[in-house]
């Protein structure tokens, strides 16, 4: 409905989806095809070591309905900090499955850190930057997410929402 009523802009259906303790996504995957794309986020047990973290998100972005992994550190600042991952591994995972990695713009996430724009560049892993709203006022917060792709001297050829519509549709469509 959204898109007959606003044809001149494009929009795209997706959902956020939670990353379990073993890797697998809360939602069978025949459900999730359903959607343009697929946000997989971690939201509980943040207490694995590295390997076990490591390995659980790497089955999400194998996942074929992933298409973004969502606050990937899950850290807090000045709240919690960021679990133990293997940021070499998850972003050539990332590169080599084309799942975008999410700088979360929110003032309290920030999140992935702009010191692993060297690792993404290197592997060409791409990012969204989203501003994680959940109301109006929240879209604002964009702005924190691109200082941050800007600090990590991220091209804009490796972050999603600075590509075209039809540029974005055509990524969305490989998977």
Same mark, same amino acid.
Request: one cysteine or more.
């Given at each position: 409905?959204?898109? %007959?009523?606003?044809? %001149?802009? &494009? ?41 076990? !973290?490591?390995?659980? !998100? ?28 293997? !940021?070499? &591994? #998850? ?6 499955? %084309?799942?975008?990695?999410? #700088? ?7 999140? #992935? ?36 792709? &800007? ?25």
């Amino acid at each position: 409905k959204a898109q %007959d009523k606003f044809p %001149d802009i &494009r929009v795209f259906w997706g959902i956020e989806s939670d990353i379990l303790a073993d890797g697998a996504l809360d939602y069978p995957v025949a459900e999730l095809k359903k959607f343009d794309f697929v946000i997989a986020s971690v939201h509980s047990r943040f207490q694995m070591d590295g390997e076990q !973290m490591t390995e659980r !998100m790497l089955k999400a972005i194998r996942n074929p309905a992933t298409r973004f992994v969502g606050h990937l550190t899950g850290r807090l600042l000045l709240g919690r900090k960021g679990y133990a991952l293997d !940021m070499e &591994r #998850i972003a050539r995972a990332c590169a080599e499955h %084309d799942v975008a990695i999410e #700088i979360n713009a929110h003032p309290s996430r920030l999140d #992935i850190d702009w010191r692993h724009g060297p690792l993404l560049r290197a592997w060409g892993t791409r990012v969204s930057v989203n501003p994680d709203a959940h109301e109006i006022e929240g879209l604002k917060d964009v702005e924190h997410g691109i200082a941050v792709a &800007r600090k990590a001297l991220l091209p804009k050829s490796l972050v999603v929402n600075a590509q075209s519509a039809k540029e974005v549709a055509a990524w969305l469509a490989r998977k």
